[in-house]
């Protein structure tokens, strides 16, 4: 009885792993169909599908360019950060220019956050504070300005260190400047993106007691697109291009900000920079040769 039940036992052996070799057999040739007939697998030759990603620097900062070329000049040094871009100048104790993205979902309601110093600046950098800018007779100026990036309170405070700020008159800050930042904003609302930069130019002395330069007029370049992807493809001779230049003095706060537009080869003849630079020469030419009328 024992030898006739160790048969059985080696009966039922063989035909498990039949079976078992079959079934691999199997399950081979269906992943070798699925893969040849295009579909997703991961055993053919084609890769799984999926959506084709946005072209590489939409929404970046500097997606237009690096206007003065800022690396690690301490005259012109490069800062970038996820908020905004700048060229700082440890010389000047503010930005040569500062650059950043808007659109609707950078703006909120977030309370306004203190001012203070960049304490990420390189050593040997003076850290330029609040109290440089008191009884100075000139506004404590954002570049990037604070209701541009109050969706976070972590957003709000990087717009808050002192080297994103320049000495302006409140007529200039207070005035057409804050009516130009508000109208960014209503187009950003609209279903727009753009692509700002900002900075000084010209020279009306220091303060801080030589620590920080006082520029004689500020300007910005506005890039305006109705939101979507591939951002500098979307870029053309028709796309709408803001440049203004503004003194910076008491004696506007009442103008409106279009009295002060002008073209961006103006503001380049004014700074020594080069705008729009990532853009093709024709479109750079067409754009920065019309002023802005709507």
Partial sequence: MARKH??????WYVVAIALISLAVSLSRCSQFKKGNSGEESTTGTKPPKSAPPS??????????????????????????RKE????????????NWVCWHLEESDLGDVKRSQFRPDENLPDGFYRVTPKDYTNSGYDRGHMCPSADRDKTVAE??????????IPQAGGNNQGPWAKLEGY?????????????ISGGAGSKGKIADGKVAVPAKTWKVIVVLKKGQNDLDRI????RVIAVLMPNEEGIRDDDWQSFRTTVRKIEGETGYDLLSALPKGIQDALETKTDRE
């Fill in 6 to 11: 160790k048969a059985g036992n080696s009966k």
């Fill in 156 to 165: 709000n405070e990087a717009v808050f260190v002192m080297s994103n700020i």
């Fill in 84 to 95: 905004f871009a700048m060229a700082y100048n440890r010389d000047k104790g503010i930005p």
């Fill in 184 to 196: 960014c904003r209503k187009l950003a609302e609209e279903g727009n993106e753009m692509y700002i």
């Fill in 55 to 80: 072209k590489s620097g939409d929404r970046q900062n500097m997606l237009l360019g690096n206007p003065s070329q800022a690396g690690t000049s301490p005259a012109n040094y490069l800062i970038q």
């Fill in 236 to 239: 053309n001779s028709s796309t």
